[in-house]
């Protein structure tokens, strides 16, 4: 079978962790999330680096789930409950995996698109639980990586207007985008807000975090100027790039 394309990563290749109480030694997944571009019958072998950086030994128990929208927010579904479901097709061969302190493996995971289906994205879960009984409660941690998978080009993403919170004595700058993906393919959206001062220069800006929206999903972007702004008006540029286009809207901003 021919592969899917590997459309994305970058900074989504920050592995999952998952911390102790003190926060001391975690357990990490890599890569947390992917994107991939192809069609119904193709296939991908995907391969998750799990790590173990703990003082104990871990065992995990690897599962694959649907991930459908509803009302905005994500769910997950158990392989086959759903029509069209992708998990159900989805091939780990080694389901079962010891890591010992300080120990990390690479676990291949195959995932097959269904050539009709509605679904777009799967979350593979390792499931882990310290392999020897230690004093106190057993502790159980759930790292998850979220694949999604797109099979067009039709993007679509609703804007709001963009929020603006003023600077105050105790707080910075802040600015609000709320985002809808009312298409039928997953988006991955970034954006800067660019604040000008009357005369057209540009005082500052600052960096919306990047966020991946499947279809039907809602979502907030937030960015904060680090800077301190002097008295006056000022208009913001919030620009939001997605699917190789980039969108921009306006607001006012007065610092009293």
């Known amino acids: 079978m021919k592969k899917f394309l590997l459309i994305a990563l970058a900074a989504l290749m920050g592995g999952f962790n998952a911390a ?3 926060g001391e030694s975690l357990l990490s997944i890599s890569p947390a999330a992917l994107s991939l571009k192809g069609h119904g019958g193709q296939s991908i072998t995907q391969k998750f680096k799990l790590s173990n950086l703990t ?3 871990y065992a995990f128990r690897i599962d694959v789930t649907d991930v459908r929208v509803e009302g905005g927010k994500r769910i997950f579904i158990p392989a086959g409950q759903s029509t069209g479901s992708i998990a159900a097709l989805a091939v780990v061969p080694v389901p079962y995996v010891e890591l010992k302190p300080g120990e990390s493996t690479l676990v ?4 097959s698109l269904p ?3 509605d679904l777009r994205a799967v979350a593979v879960f390792f499931r882990g639980q310290p392999a020897v009984s230690l004093p106190g409660p057993r502790v159980r941690m759930n790292l998850g990586a979220v694949v999604d998978f797109s099979i067009s080009d039709n ?3 609703k804007l709001s207007p963009p929020q603006v919170a003023p600077q105050t004595s105790s707080s910075s700058t802040t600015f609000t985008e709320d985002l809808a993906n009312v298409g039928f393919e997953p988006v991955i ?5 660019a604040i000008v001062s009357q005369p057209g220069k540009l005082v500052g800006k600052a960096m919306f975090e990047q966020k991946r929206l499947l279809p039907g999903e809602r979502n907030v972007l937030h960015a904060t100027y680090a800077g301190t702004l002097p008295a006056g008006k000022y208009r913001v540029l919030c620009s939001m790039e997605y699917a190789g286009q980039i969108t921009t809207r306006t607001a006012e901003l007065v610092i009293p």
């Open 155 to 157: 993007i679509e993403l």
């Open 189 to 193: 959206v970034r954006g800067v807000a």
């Open 55 to 57: 003082e104990s030994p």
């Open 20 to 22: 102790t109480a003190r």
């Open 115 to 117: 050539a009709e289906t």
């Open 108 to 111: 291949p995971v195959t995932f």
